[in-house]
């Protein structure tokens, strides 16, 4: 790690930590673009490295979210009577109560959606391409509609996740997520940057670029891929949790198994940062964050109309996404070398 | 769970006989979208809101007074020219791309009809009347609404019209041989941009027809988009491309299966069973599949 990065890294993490008290009124916000971030670099895992995109780590997320808020809930008091209506009125987690379950939970919501990715994730990994696509579409939104007809989860109705305790004042909830997410981005950010320095990397993108000829080379490439994915179900599913408790109300379709906008807002932060880098899904969360934001404040309403051109004229205009264009300006900075000779030859073609 | 249905011949003939006058339906979209997958490579997500938005211009008709019936004359008239202009605004960009790229930009395109057609029509479950009345068989015992019936006829219509069409017609042989070869077909002489706007066009003008049936049958909502594009993938997958019979057994398949479900494991999760039938049917195909590459070895 050179100097310039080290002072990067160490200027984000005091920005990070000092955020929200420099800027209290935007926590919430701010802890949601960390779990923005989380989900894009997760998906970039999928999408950008393996080449396998994915519709469904949102299934990894909506799992981590119902799990975390039922071992928090089940842990103490029966799970069905809080999730009928008024349940959560008529028992109280004490503070010690609340944050062992959420302690107990976040493990859950972690370690299960990795093994049910590992199980999935044999089951379709071997599809190619859009079939690929189009089946974690399918799981998605089976999830969805599945999870919205189970009663002891809350059905139709919701699951409204235990609420803050009472401590350290009114700013404590916002400060509680919040480190908790940056805490969740921190540790995925240097998985992620741990993984892509290894040979782990490498083989990912062998089975993008060419996966029977990785397959020849004697890459077991089902057990690389499955791996890939439980990594991704991972941190997708602490991220749901996280989320839960934050929102603090779950739907089956509209918070949980959101195909519809979590889903896709993933690829798209994935996509417009640049997918296949390290720090393209970083930037496009963020730069996502800040226009979703501004339009659903000022255009509510017209925001899925927004979102739905959007993502148009991401998909057909900026494919490579930002950092493939840096790439494409600057390829001395990424690396590359570079014959002066040659970059002059290709304008002239051009 | 119970399957109390199969005790009672009288409800299973009825679930057999409404699953596959649904199914029919089903499989005049999984024909359009076999038509653009197999002449374009594209796999349209807006499929299903194509067939909602013919939906909405069946029952429009039935407000202003207009039977509702003669919107399978009018929707696919307007959906054709609603399937050119997608086409000539996005598809065309995207028809030579990575298939990812048209999923995610067919995707957005969904997005934005399903919240246009919400703000232009309200988010009410609407239904257009048609007042055809039922028929009863076998001492009143399955009770078919005419419409279903009407329906799966029209549909039937369309179909061997399309297939006529499509063998005939000076287009319809263009299509066949961009489908066969896009870049021999355009040495020959094909324009085969038009070729693949008039795909468009025909696949959202059958989006149309189905659209307007489904208003007369069942119900329609802007929001009900997506299961009908997984209906049609999942119809299309299991006949394969350009399987015109093969299209329309696996179809009034999955309208039996979709009955069955709903009889057997409850209204609520209808939909979910649809979308984890298409995943066990993928997982399925993978296995079988890679079986075969097995004795490659």
């Known amino acids: 790690m050179n100097k310039n990065n080290l002072i990067l890294y160490i200027g984000i993490l005091i920005f990070g930590l000092a955020a929200p008290f420099v800027f209290p009124a935007f926590k919430v916000q701010l802890s949601i673009l960390c779990i923005l971030i989380v989900l894009a670099t997760t998906w970039n895992i999928q999408g950008g490295e393996m080449g396998y995109n994915t519709f469904g780590n949102i299934l990894f997320y909506g799992l981590g979210m119902y799990l975390c808020a039922s071992v928090q809930v089940g842990m103490f008091f029966p799970l069905a009577e809080w999730t009928e209506s008024g349940g959560e009125k008529t028992f109280v987690h004490t503070p010690a109560q609340f944050f062992q379950g959420m302690a107990m939970g976040l493990v859950v919501a972690a370690v299960v959606p990795t093994i049910v990715a590992g199980l999935i994730g044999y089951a379709i990994l071997g599809l190619r391409g859009h079939y690929f ?28 996740t235990p609420p803050f ?5 009114l700013e404590a909830r916002g400060e509680f997520f919040y480190f908790l997410s940056f805490l969740v981005l921190i540790l995925t950010f240097i998985a992620v940057k741990a993984i892509y320095s290894t040979r782990f990397k490498l083989i990912l993108n062998a089975i993008r670029d060419n996966e029977d000829k990785a397959e020849a080379m004697g890459i077991e490439t089902m057990k690389y891929k499955i791996i890939g994915w439980m990594i991704s179900a991972f941190f997708c599913g602490l991220a749901g949790g996280i989320m839960g408790g934050l929102v603090g109300y779950i739907d089956s379709t509209d918070v949980a198994f959101d195909g519809r906008e979590m889903g896709v807002f993933m690829v798209l932060m994935a996509i417009l940062g640049g997918k296949g880098t390290l720090w393209g899904p970083v930037i496009g969360a963020t730069i996502f964050h800040v226009f979703k934001e501004g339009f659903w404040t000022f255009f509510l309403g017209w925001q899925y109309v927004a979102l739905g ?16 264009w840096l790439r494409e300006k600057y390829p001395e900075r990424f690396g590359e070398v570079v014959d002066e000779a040659d970059r002059k030859a290709q304008v002239e073609i051009k | 769970m119970d399957f109390l249905v199969f005790q009672y011949p009288m409800i299973t003939l009825q679930a057999c006989l409404d699953g596959i006058l649904l199914g029919v339906l089903f499989a005049l979209i999984a024909y359009g979208m076999a038509l653009q997958w197999g002449v374009m490579n594209i796999i349209n997500i807006a499929q299903g809101d194509l067939v909602i938005l013919g939906g909405y211009i069946a029952y429009f008709m039935y407000l202003y007074g207009i039977h509702p019936a003669w919107g399978v004359i009018v929707a696919p008239v307007i959906m054709y020219f609603v399937g050119i202009a997608i086409y000539k605004l996005v598809i065309n960009k995207v028809v030579d791309r990575d298939l990812f790229i048209s999923i995610l930009a067919t995707f957005g395109i969904s997005i934005l009809f399903m919240q246009l057609m919400n703000f232009a029509f309200g988010a009410d479950v609407v239904l257009a009347n048609s007042g055809y009345g039922t028929t009863m068989l076998f001492d009143n015992n399955v009770v078919l609404p005419n419409s279903k019936i009407f329906s799966a006829f029209i549909s039937i219509v369309f179909a061997i019209c399309l297939v006529i069409y499509m063998k005939k017609s000076k287009l319809g042989r263009a299509i066949r041989a961009t489908a066969q070869n896009a870049r021999a077909a355009k040495i020959l002489g094909v324009d085969t941009e038009k070729v693949y706007a008039a795909t468009f066009g025909i696949n959202a003008a059958l989006c149309g027809v189905a659209g307007a049936l489904i208003s007369i049958t069942f119900t329609i909502h802007p929001y009900m988009g997506l299961p009908y594009t997984i209906r049609s993938f999942m119809i299309v997958i299991v006949a394969g491309l350009g399987n015109l019979p093969g299209v329309a057994m696996s179809g009034m398949g999955l309208g039996v299966f979709e009955e069955f479900a709903d009889y057997i494991l409850g209204t609520e999760f209808r939909i979910g069973s649809v979308f984890l039938l298409l995943v066990l049917i993928l997982v399925y195909r993978r296995f079988k599949l890679s079986r075969k590459r097995e004795y490659l070895k």
């Open chain 1, 309 to 324: 051109v959007l993502i148009v004229v991401i998909v057909i205009y900026f494919p490579e996404g930002l950092m493939g």
């Open chain 1, 133 to 160: 696509a189009i089946c974690t579409l399918g799981l998605g939104v089976a999830a969805g509609e599945i999870s919205g007809g189970i009663e002891i989860i809350g059905a139709g109705q919701g699951f409204t």
């Open chain 1, 165 to 169: 305790p009472n401590v350290g004042g």
